[in-house]
T-cell receptor
Framework: DADVTQTPRNRITKTGKRIMLECSQTKGHDRMYWYRQDPGLGLRLIYYSFDVKDINKGEISDGYSVSRQAQAKFSLSLESAIPNQTALYFC????????????????FGEGSRLTVL | QKEVEQDPGPLSVPEGAIVSLNCTYSNSAFQYFMWYRQYSRKGPELLMYTYSSGNKEDGRFTAQVDKSSKYISLFIRDSQPSDSATYLCAMTARDGGTSYGKLTFGQGTILTVHP
C-alpha cells in the first residue's frame, strides 16, 4: 500500500458543488500539505498543517478549506467548486526533522485529478 | 515575474545523450535547492538536494548551484528511457529551524528519452 493515499483519484463535478479530497498517510509524519498542479504553473501550496491543531494558509488558499482530523488524515474541501479549480491536487507529508534540516523532502501521494464543468 | 523560472521544454533526446535542465530564481534568500522527478500519473519524488552553491553528484545525476547567478542545473549523463519524466526544480529559504514544506517550485520540464 502507498504511504500517502489520496481519494478519489479522479472526480468530475459541476460548478457550485461541494467537493472533498481526502488524504491519509502511514509514514507517521506530523506535517501535511495540499498542493495543486497546473500545466505551466508548477506546484502551488494551498494549505499546510504542522500538527492536528496547527493549520495555515498557503499561497492560493482562497476557495479552499481544510480539516486535519487526525495526525494521519488531512482533507481538502472546495465549498463551491468553480471551473478554474480544475487541476491535479497533491497531498504531501514531511517529517519535522527534515524540515529543521531544510532537506525539503516532501512525500507525495499519487494525486487527485479534479475536473469542474 | 515568477520567483522561479524553469525552461518549459518539452525536451526530447536520444538514449545516451547528456541532458541539461535549468532553473533561474529571483529570491536571494533561497539556500536549499532540490530537484524532484515526476513520472506520469504519479506524485513527485525527491531526486537531488543541494545546499548553497556547488555541485553534487549521484550516479548519472549532477546538481549544480550558482548562487551568484541565481541559476541551478541538473545534468543527466547517459540518459535512459526510464529517465523520461517531468523534472521540477524547487527551492526554499533558511528560516532558523522553523521550516515547513513551503517549497517554491519551477513549472517543470517534460523530458522524453527515446531508444
Amino acid at each position: 500500500d502507498a504511504d500517502v493515499t489520496q481519494t478519489p483519484r479522479n472526480r468530475i463535478t459541476k460548478t457550485g458543488k461541494r467537493i472533498m479530497l481526502e488524504c491519509s498517510q502511514t509514514k507517521g509524519h506530523d506535517r501535511m500539505y495540499w498542493y495543486r498542479q497546473d500545466p505551466g504553473l508548477g506546484l502551488r501550496l494551498i494549505y499546510y498543517s504542522f500538527d492536528v491543531k496547527d493549520i495555515n494558509k498557503g499561497e492560493i488558499s482562497d476557495g479552499y478549506s481544510v480539516s486535519r482530523q487526525a495526525q494521519a488524515k488531512f482533507s481538502l474541501s472546495l465549498e463551491s467548486a468553480i471551473p478554474n479549480q480544475t487541476a491535479l491536487y497533491f497531498c504531501a507529508t514531511s517529517d519535522r526533522l527534515a524540515g529543521l534540516l531544510n532537506t525539503g523532502e516532501l512525500f507525495f501521494g499519487e494525486g487527485s485529478r479534479l475536473t469542474v464543468l | 515575474q515568477k520567483e522561479v523560472e524553469q525552461d518549459p521544454g518539452p525536451l526530447s533526446v536520444p538514449e545516451g545523450a547528456i541532458v541539461s535542465l535549468n532553473c533561474t530564481y529571483s529570491n536571494s534568500a533561497f539556500q536549499y535547492f532540490m530537484w524532484y522527478r515526476q513520472y506520469s500519473r504519479k506524485g513527485p519524488e525527491l531526486l537531488m538536494y543541494t545546499y548553497s552553491s556547488g555541485n553534487k553528484e549521484d550516479g548519472r545525476f549532477t546538481a549544480q548551484v550558482d548562487k551568484s547567478s541565481k541559476y541551478i542545473s541538473l545534468f543527466i549523463r547517459d540518459s535512459q528511457p526510464s529517465d523520461s519524466a517531468t523534472y521540477l526544480c524547487a527551492m526554499t529559504a533558511r528560516d532558523g529551524g522553523t521550516s515547513y514544506g513551503k517549497l517554491t517550485f519551477g513549472q517543470g520540464t517534460i523530458l522524453t528519452v527515446h531508444p
